[in-house]
Nanobody
Framework: EVQLVESGGGFVQAGGSLRLSCKTS????????IGWFRQAPGEEREQVSC????????YYEDSVKGRFSISSDKARNTVYLQMNNLKPEDSAVYYC????????????????WGQGTQVTVPE
């Protein structure tokens, strides 16, 4: 069974940091590109970052460049998202997702999704 399980979300003051984890199972980790997405109430889900399966190249949405960093640990079948200098506009449910064919571009999307982890940064 394909599973992606997010963890590491929480409540943090502006300027603080969180590290999200996406633990995967049930598929060949190296054959899938994995990305992070977020969805705020009343908004569409949007891509935040992406880690390419082939060469480890990455993509970041403009608003998180310089603040967020994506990484992959093959031994643990886990992708991480280090989030620094968090802002209220970062508040959302964060999801990881995987796709076997798409590469990391602004158009990346997933076919397998986790259930999400809440990140809240108050005003």
């Amino acid at each position: 069974e394909v599973q992606l399980v997010e963890s590491g979300g929480g409540f943090v003051q502006a300027g603080g940091s969180l590290r999200l984890s996406c633990k995967t199972s049930g598929f060949a980790f190296a054959d899938y590109t994995i990305g992070w997405f977020r969805q705020a109430p009343g908004e569409e889900r949007e891509q935040v970052s992406c880690f390419n399966k082939n060469d480890g190249s990455t993509y970041y949405e403009d608003s998180v460049k310089g603040r967020f960093s994506i990484s992959s640990d093959k031994a643990r079948n886990t992708v991480y998202l280090q989030m620094n200098n968090l802002k209220p506009e970062d508040s959302a449910v964060y999801y990881c997702g995987a796709h076997p064919d798409y590469v990391c571009t602004r158009w990346f999307w997933a076919i397998f999704w986790g259930q999400g982890t809440q990140v809240t940064v108050p005003e």
